[in-house]
């Protein structure tokens, strides 16, 4: 079993659209995160949740939205895409700092 | 401010030869440090995890080791192969809840 999975792998999508990513861990982590690796390979970390709840936002544009049903589950809903916004997306889930990443999300915008 | 720098950027090796990879960290404030391998395309996979209070871990050909105080890490890898060949990515969380903190990798080709 997959111990972080992300859906879909890979999107490709026009300007201004609306799209969601989702996450689901089954480590039973309170702690989960999205995190953006641009074309140069740095890991920024866009969100953390702890049990639900929203506690690192950092400075990322109102366009992203997460949002976590449960403490399995951290999705990332985008609206009004722009190229800039192509990247890959991490979602990851930790405890205690040992983190598992998903597989990313490859997101193309054009 | 946590500031993560691994070095060098890239490095080319023959196989069979041992290597270091670096990774230095401007606050001793951690939690843990946890070195990571990305593959092309590929998600991340942890590799190994040295908690605060230890010196070194060690798994297989890969030796990490941490000196907190002087905001350092490294990564030995033995006898390397070119399956070896990745991004090797540290990255340092400080505690309660906080985020993880990366550096900018070091990408790693092991000639055959």
């Known amino acids: 079993d997959t111990a972080v999975s992300q859906t879909p792998k890979y999107l490709v999508t026009q300007m201004g659209n609306d799209k969601s990513i989702k996450c689901e861990q089954n480590?039973?982590?309170?702690?989960m995160y999205w995190y953006k690796q641009d074309s140069k390979k740095f890991l920024k970390i866009m969100f953390s949740?702890?049990?639900?709840?929203?506690?690192i936002n950092e400075t990322v544009p109102n366009r992203f939205s997460p949002k976590s049903p449960d403490k399995a589950h951290l999705n990332l809903h985008i609206n009004s895409l722009e190229l800039g916004d192509s990247a890959v997306y991490f979602c990851?889930?930790?405890?205690?700092?040992?983190?598992?990443f998903g597989q990313g999300t490859r997101l193309t915008v054009v | 401010k946590q500031e993560v720098t691994q070095i060098p950027a890239a490095l080319s090796v023959p196989e069979g030869e041992n290597l270091v990879l670096n990774c230095s960290f401007t606050d001793s404030a951690i939690y843990n440090l946890q070195w990571f391998r990305q593959d092309p395309g590929k998600g991340l996979t942890s590799l190994l995890l040295i908690q605060s209070s230890q010196r070194e871990q060690t798994s297989g050909r890969l030796n990490a080791s941490l000196d907190k105080s002087s905001g350092r890490s490294t990564l030995y890898i033995a006898a390397s192969q070119p399956g070896d060949s990745a991004t090797y990515l540290c990255?340092?969380?400080?505690?309660?809840?906080?985020?993880?903190?990366f550096g900018q990798g070091t990408t790693l080709q092991v000639k055959p």
């Open positions: 990255a340092v969380y400080p505690g309660n809840t906080g985020k993880l903190i």
């Open positions: 990851a889930s930790s405890r205690e700092g040992r983190a598992f």
């Open positions: 480590l039973g982590h309170d702690t």
């Open positions: 949740y702890n049990n639900k709840e929203l506690i």
